[in-house]
């Protein structure tokens, strides 16, 4: 009886920060990543194991519209540490039109599809990407706290004493209790430094532990304190633990639109992996 065979393959991957969220990202427009393996998903972002990030993204060709003019210049498929698709990644977004440019897939402008529909983006001549966001209608404001989807689903509490907060024990209480049920929810606790800066630490579904930064979170931190009256700012500065964003957006009548999340992309190493 042959016992089964084992093949194996020298997986290339590049490595990106933004503003310290980290990614493996993969060029996988020849389709050949196994994306239903959860567990090399995980094991590719253990930072002892594997390679090491917050999340993993493949850049593919948007073949739904392939054959028509509305085909956009890639899609975005996005995995949290734990090895599990998730929604929206605005600093993995951001990295991944780094990551594109450095593969001549794009130069300065592209338009490309994630879970939750179109993004634009550009980089700037200061190397910033600036990407846009999905349009925010509904914000839930509650007693002491703030709940909205920026592309993923944020919690938005203010604290006082952000640099001694626990956030991942509080984090997690949230994350895990009974205002999200199964589905969960990113957790953000933020400090008011003036009239337009506010400063966040977040709790990351996915990954399950605080992140240096989340892209998506920042981008509702900044929607949130505007609805609160904490700023009448249009565009807000962020300070997240692994650097700063700035979030944009225009708002009438209680909707935003032209939402746009700015911020360094890098690329850190490239190498390969056996898988
Ligand atoms: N962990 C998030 C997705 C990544 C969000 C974050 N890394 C960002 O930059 O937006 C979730 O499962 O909802």
Redesign the pocket.
């Known amino acids: 009886m042959l016992d089964s065979i084992q093949i194996k393959m020298q997986l290339e991957f590049h490595k990106y920060q933004g503003t310290g969220?980290d990614f493996v990202m993969v060029d996988n427009r020849s389709e050949f990543f196994p994306k239903e393996n959860t567990q090399l998903i995980a094991h590719l972002c253990d930072r002892r194991f594997g390679i090491g990030g917050?999340?993993l993204i493949l850049l593919e060709n948007d073949t739904i519209a392939s054959n028509l003019a509305t085909a956009t210049d890639f899609k975005m498929v996005?995995y949290?540490s734990d090895g599990n698709q998730?929604?929206?990644?605005?600093?993995?977004g951001r990295c991944l039109v780094a990551f594109a440019k450095k593969l001549n897939v794009i130069e300065n402008e592209t338009t490309f599809i994630a879970t939750d529909g179109l993004h634009h983006a550009t980089i700037g001549d200061d190397g910033l990407v600036s990407l846009q966001m999905i349009d925010v209608d509904e914000v839930k404001v509650n007693a002491d706290y703030v709940f909205l989807n920026t592309g993923?689903?944020h919690h938005v509490q203010l604290v006082d004493d952000l640099e001694n907060y626990n956030i991942k024990e509080n984090g997690a209480a949230i994350r895990y209790g009974d205002l999200y049920g199964k589905a969960g929810s990113?957790i953000n606790f933020v400090k008011q430094i003036d009239d337009n800066t506010f400063s966040l630490r977040t709790y990351?579904?996915?990954?399950e532990d605080e992140?240096l930064s989340?892209?998506?979170?920042a981008t509702a931190v900044a929607i949130a304190m505007n609805v609160l009256g904490k700023t009448n700012a249009s565009s807000i500065d962020l300070n997240v633990e692994g650097g700063k964003l700035v979030v944009s957006f225009d708002k009438k009548d209680g909707h935003f639109t032209n939402v746009f999340l700015k911020g360094p992309a890098e690329f850190v190493f490239k190498g390969t992996i056996e898988i």
């Open positions: 969220n917050d999340g996005y949290n998730s929604s929206m990644c605005g600093n993995g993923s689903p990113n990351e579904r996915g990954v992140t989340c892209g998506t979170g």
